[in-house]
C-alpha cells in the first residue's frame, strides 16, 4: 500500500516527489482543516485571509516541491557515486546511535544558520522583487504558506541539503527522514496558532522538559514567524531564535508578546501580537537586509 512512497531512500525522484507531497498536503490538511476543528487553538494572527488563499497558496508550493525532490535525486546520485559522507546500514553500537542523535543536534543548528542568512540574503531589494515578495503576498500566513516561495528561493534553501552530505557523515535514512520533517516545520511555523510551544528542534524538547513550557531563549512560537510577515524586517529565523536577537532583527514587542502568551496558559493571547498599528506601517512592505 504504501510501496509508492518507498524506499525511503534512493527511490529516485518521483518516489521523493511523492514522498514530499504526502507529506506536505496532509500535514496542510491536518493544520489548517482538522485541528482548528478539533482543539480550542486560537489566531495569533491580525487579518483576513484572501478569498482563494489557500488554494493558490497549495498550488504555489508544488514548484518548490518538485525543485526539493529534484534536490534529492541529486543527493541520491551523489551518495552512489562515493562523493558525500552518507553512511547506510543500521548503527553497529550505542556510540554509533548516539552519534545519529548529535547529527540531528547538528543539522539543526546548520539548517537553521543556512536558513536565517539566506533569508537575509532574499530581502536584499533585487532578490525581495523578483523573488522573496511572492512568499511575502501572504501577510495572514497559512500552512500552505510553508513551500509558498519562487522557485529560485526554493533553490537557494533547499541547497543546504546537499552540502550538509559533505560536512558530516550522515546515515542516507536520517538525512531524508529529517529534510521531510523540516518540511512540517516550514508548514508549522505558518499555521497561524500556536503549536504551544513551537517545537521544530530537538534542543527545544529538551528545553521544554527542563525548564517547561515558559519564554526562554532557547523555545521558539509560531508567533515569531508569524511576525515576519506583518514585520519583514524582523524575524528571519524559523527554526531557533537565537540568530535574530545576536543580529538585532528581534521585534522589540516579541518578548513581551510571547511573555503574555504563556502568561495566559495554554492557547494564545488573542489576535495578533502588540505591536503598534504605526510600528506595522513602517515595516508593512519593507525589504531590508
Ligand atoms: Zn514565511
Ligand atoms: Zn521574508
Redesign the pocket.
Known amino acids: 500500500m504504501t510501496g509508492w512512497l518507498t524506499p525511503l531512500y534512493g527511490g529516485g525522484y518521483w518516489v521523493a516527489v511523492r514522498q514530499l507531497a504526502a507529506v506536505y498536503y496532509v500535514t496542510g490538511v491536518v493544520l489548517h482543516y482538522v485541528v482548528p476543528a478539533v482543539l480550542p487553538v486560537k489566531s495569533v494572527q491580525k487579518g483576513e485571509r484572501r478569498k482563494g488563499q489557500v488554494t493558490a497558496e497549495a498550488l504555489q508550493s508544488i514548484g518548490p516541491l518538485l525543485v526539493k525532490a529534484g534536490v534529492w535525486t541529486l543527493v541520491e546520485q551523489l551518495q552512489q557515486r562515493g562523493y558525500t559522507k552518507l553512511y547506510t546500514g543500521w548503527p553497529p553500537d550505542a556510540w554509533q546511535a548516539l552519534y545519529m542523535l548529535l547529527s540531528v543536534v547538528a543539522l539543526d543548528y546548520l539548517h537553521d544558520a543556512w536558513f536565517y542568512w539566506t533569508?537575509r540574503l532574499?530581502?536584499w531589494r533585487p532578490l525581495?522583487i523578483h523573488v522573496?515578495a511572492l512568499?511575502?503576498t501572504s501577510t495572514v500566513p497559512t500552512a500552505f504558506t510553508g513551500y509558498s516561495f519562487h522557485v529560485a528561493e526554493a533553490a537557494l534553501v533547499f541547497a543546504n541539503e546537499v552540502l550538509v552530505c559533505f560536512l558530516l557523515p550522515l546515515h542516507v535514512g536520517l538525512h531524508r527522514a529529517y529534510h521531510l520533517f523540516t518540511t512540517v516545520i516550514h508548514q508549522g511555523g505558518h499555521a497561524g496558532y500556536e503549536v504551544a510551544p513551537f517545537l521544530p528542534t530537538l534542543e527545544q524538547l529538551v528545553s521544554l522538559a527542563i525548564v517547561g513550557p515558559r519564554p526562554c531563549g532557547a523555545l521558539n512560537t509560531v508567533r515569531h514567524h508569524d511576525m515576519?510577515?506583518r514585520f519583514?524586517r524582523s524575524h528571519?529565523s524559523l527554526y531557533m531564535t537565537h540568530w535574530d536577537r545576536i543580529c538585532g532583527t528581534e521585534h522589540p514587542k516579541y518578548q513581551a508578546d510571547v511573555t503574555a502568551h504563556f502568561a495566559s496558559g495554554a492557547g494564545a493571547v488573542g489576535r495578533g501580537g502588540q505591536a503598534s498599528g504605526a510600528a506595522q506601517q513602517q515595516q508593512r512592505h519593507g525589504v531590508a537586509g
Do not use: K
Open positions: 533569508h532574499l530581502h525581495y522573496h512568499h511575502h515576519h510577515h519583514p528571519y
